[in-house]
């Protein structure tokens, strides 16, 4: 299971590497809108959504506002042609600032199943609620990452997955060897106070490598360890808010669709929760010294 693991995983690497650094910014928005709407089918099996039709319909939802927002600024451009605007760039910086209420949802996700793991696990929300959670989560993944790629460039986008997977291998192992005190043994058993503490380790290594490569200065080299540290722990809890649905629908897996991983959902979990956050931490950082 292990290799399989492994090989699955190196597969994966190899090919978002290959459209991180080689696709246009269109085609790479393109095949995260892919994932994201294979993620949206999957949250549907696991929110109980039987109906292929309500499912499709779903997917309508998610892909409407893709298209609004990956064609915001061509919108705008017609209707400031129309009203006489000239503050065009004014307006479309303003989806930036929609980084706030997935962050807000994220941290407070991380606040109540740190505090009440129990209380989460027995929380049952109604249906609509849980489609627009997951319609919320993902559609803002798709966005931030999108603009993460398209604002701030292929090595910062690739720095932010590396920084994630850094940080899984590193809690896995540190987890293995030295964990002894469950995180949230309501939630996962597997994972340990002590993993998570080489998860946020490995983080902190990883941006003071970056601040290191890119000869930042003290200042903002301070911002990009705390941001990378923070990043990996809200992804640790975005992780766990994912193994809660699972267990509220009993199921191990969100799919099959990744041999030896699950679905597209068990491997994203943890990039679903800290794009938005890493987005939002960079775009104030370079606004900061702009």
Known sequence: ?????????????????LAVFLLPIDYFSLVLAIIALIGGWEWGNLIGINSLLKRVLFLVM?????????FWTQLLEVVATLL??????????????????????????????RNAPGGVLALQLKPRYKVFIGWFVLLATWMFLSRLRSFYGSEMTMYFLLLIWAADVAAYFVGKKYGTVKLSPEISPGKTVQGMYGALAAGALCGVILCLIYLFPIMISADFVLLSALTVLISIYGDLFFSVVKR????KDSGSILPGHGGILDRIDSIIAAAPFFYAGVFL??????
Not at 6 to 17: E, H, N, Q, R
């Open 1 to 17: 299971m292990l290799l399989q693991r492994i090989i699955t995983a190196s597969i994966l690497a190899t090919l978002i590497a």
């Open 62 to 70: 998610m892909i409407v506002p893709m298209l609004g927002i990956h």
């Open 84 to 113: 006489d605007w000239t503050e065009v760039r004014t307006y479309s910086g303003v989806l930036d600032w929609l980084a706030v209420p997935p962050v807000m949802f994220w941290l407070l996700m991380m606040i109540m199943i």
């Open 248 to 251: 509220q629908r009993g199921v």
């Open 285 to 290: 950082i370079y606004r900061s010294v702009s």
